[in-house]
């Protein structure tokens, strides 16, 4: 199989929601209800974009000591606070940064949990090259990488299905657009547990300027090729 692209739903459409800024929790919670209905056959597989208020989520790796602010920094800073099921270690998602969670069945021969994994960086690596920038993989880390600093996190869990066999995904990734995020959120913990790198933006790999929306929709395009979906259809509402 070619490691750049992971047919997961050839020839069948994705659910893209566009969200506004949405408390991580409600996110979080909305994601879990969808994935029990991709399971069940009353949704079809799915991609949420959105942004969230500044928030630090924990992953299944639990290392609290990478978290380096106090719980009362925390509070005077409007941060919050989850542990959550995905893998991986801490990471940051707040304002200008485009998040998008693909609630997706994988099943039989689309059951490869990491070229899933290597799809979501492809679609970003390629949304990269169409403005010059080489966005590239370091072998020990997942995400992707302009030179040594992340410019987008990826953190993943495969929900064992109950009514089929395979999984259905839930989280996804965390593209960096707007200029300074790095000086914002991420100066409070060590991002992934990685302490000999930074983190980069879209707008400082530019010198351009962008909203998250006008992101969104311009990489939907390589995450649906690469996945393999022949039409996105744009929802409006979360029901």
Same mark, same amino acid.
């Given at each position: 199989?070619n490691?750049?692209k992971?047919?997961?739903s050839?020839g069948?459409?994705?659910?893209?929601?566009?969200l506004d800024r949405?408390?991580?929790?409600a996110?979080?919670?909305?994601?879990?209800?969808?994935?029990h209905a991709?399971?069940?056959g009353t949704e079809?597989?799915? &991609? %949420? =974009? $959105? !942004?969230h208020?500044?928030?630090y989520?924990? @992953?299944?790796? +639990?290392h609290? #000591?990478?978290?380096l602010l106090?719980p009362?920094?925390?509070q005077?800073?409007?941060?919050?606070?989850?542990e959550?099921?995905?893998g991986?270690d801490?990471?940051?998602?707040?304002?200008g940064?485009l998040?998008?969670?693909? &609630? %997706? =069945? $994988? !099943?039989?021969p689309?059951l490869d949990l990491? @070229?899933?994994? +290597?799809?979501? #960086?492809?679609?970003?690596?390629?949304?990269?090259?169409?403005f010059?920038?080489?966005g590239s993989?370091?072998?020990?880390?997942?995400?992707?990488w302009?030179?040594?600093?992340?410019?987008?996190?990826?953190?993943?869990?495969?929900?064992?299905c109950?009514h089929?066999?395979?999984f259905?995904t839930?989280?996804?990734?965390?593209?960096?657009?707007?200029?300074?995020?790095?000086?914002?959120?991420?100066?409070?913990i060590?991002p992934?547990?990685?302490?000999?790198?930074g983190?980069t933006s879209?707008?400082?790999?530019?010198?351009?300027?962008?909203?998250?929306?006008?992101?969104g929709q311009m990489?939907l395009?390589h995450?649906?090729?690469v996945l393999g979906?022949?039409?996105?259809?744009?929802?409006?509402?979360?029901q």
């Open positions: 199989m490691p750049n992971v047919m997961i050839s069948k459409a994705i659910n893209v929601h566009y949405i408390d991580y929790g996110a979080w919670d909305k994601q879990k209800e969808m994935v991709i399971d069940d079809q597989d799915s &991609l %949420l =974009l $959105l !942004e208020p500044p928030t989520t924990i @992953g299944s790796q +639990r609290p #000591e990478h978290l106090s009362e920094q925390l005077q800073q409007g941060i919050a606070v989850y959550i099921d995905r991986g801490i990471t940051y998602h707040g304002p940064q998040v998008g969670y693909p &609630l %997706l =069945l $994988l !099943e039989g689309q990491h @070229g899933y994994l +290597r799809s979501l #960086e492809e679609a970003i690596i390629q949304f990269l090259g169409t010059g920038i080489e993989r370091k072998p020990e880390y997942t995400g992707v302009v030179g040594n600093l992340k410019i987008a996190a990826i953190g993943v869990k495969f929900n064992r109950r089929r066999r395979g259905v839930s989280h996804g990734f965390a593209l960096n657009v707007k200029s300074g995020i790095q000086h914002e959120g991420f100066s409070g060590i992934c547990g990685i302490s000999e790198y983190v879209l707008e400082d790999c530019t010198g351009q300027t962008f909203s998250v929306n006008q992101v990489l395009p995450v649906t090729q979906f022949e039409r996105a259809l744009i929802r409006t509402q979360l």
